[in-house]
């Protein structure tokens, strides 16, 4: 019977660690450009009222550290990009899957509709892909370590 408890208790112990270090997709993401693999900026994903939120951390990439949102239009014309919102309210609809209707990329000042998804085979990589009618472009972000 002892073997049966500390067998059980092993199995126990071994979930509970697989448990704690499955990811999640929230947290700090380095956005990396899929043409030219220039990294572009720090974004961190949140939760927010059950919803994904993202937004712009920082910008990594030289000499547009500072950069502002020249082609947006209205209240975003002429903003920093930095600390801007660029994840709008998706919503899992399966597990590990995010989409949403507001995938904003400042720097084209376009809005697709968005898919987020950890790569299955290494969770410290996020796809992230934007669907323009049939077409979409996807883009592997990577995790920041603190």
Do not use: H
């Not at 979930?15 to 572009?40: E, H, P």
């Not at 920082?58 to 502002?68: A, Q, S, V």
């Not at 590990?96 to 950890?118: C, H, I, N, S």
């Not at 790569?119 to 990589?125: G, N």
Request: aromatic letters at 10%; hydrophobic letters at 40%; a positive charge.
């Amino acid at each position: 019977m002892i073997r049966y408890t500390q067998l059980a208790t092993l199995v126990v112990f071994l979930l509970c660690i697989t448990a704690a270090r499955s990811q999640s997709i929230f947290g700090k993401w380095k956005t990396v450009d899929d043409r030219n693999g220039v990294v572009k900026a720090i974004v961190e994903l949140y939760e927010e009222d059950g919803k994904m939120q993202g937004k712009v951390l920082k910008i990594m990439e030289k000499g547009k550290e500072d950069m502002l949102c020249v082609k947006c239009e209205g209240e975003l014309k002429n903003q920093p990009i930095n600390g801007m919102q660029i994840i709008y309210s998706f919503e899992e609809t399966e597990k590990g899957v995010y989409r949403g209707k507001k995938l904003f990329d400042p720097e084209q000042a376009m809005t697709f509709k968005g898919k987020v998804w950890l790569d299955p085979e290494d969770s410290d990589k996020l796809k992230v892909r934007g669907y323009l009618a049939f077409l979409y472009r996807t883009q592997t972000w990577l995790r920041v370590k603190d």
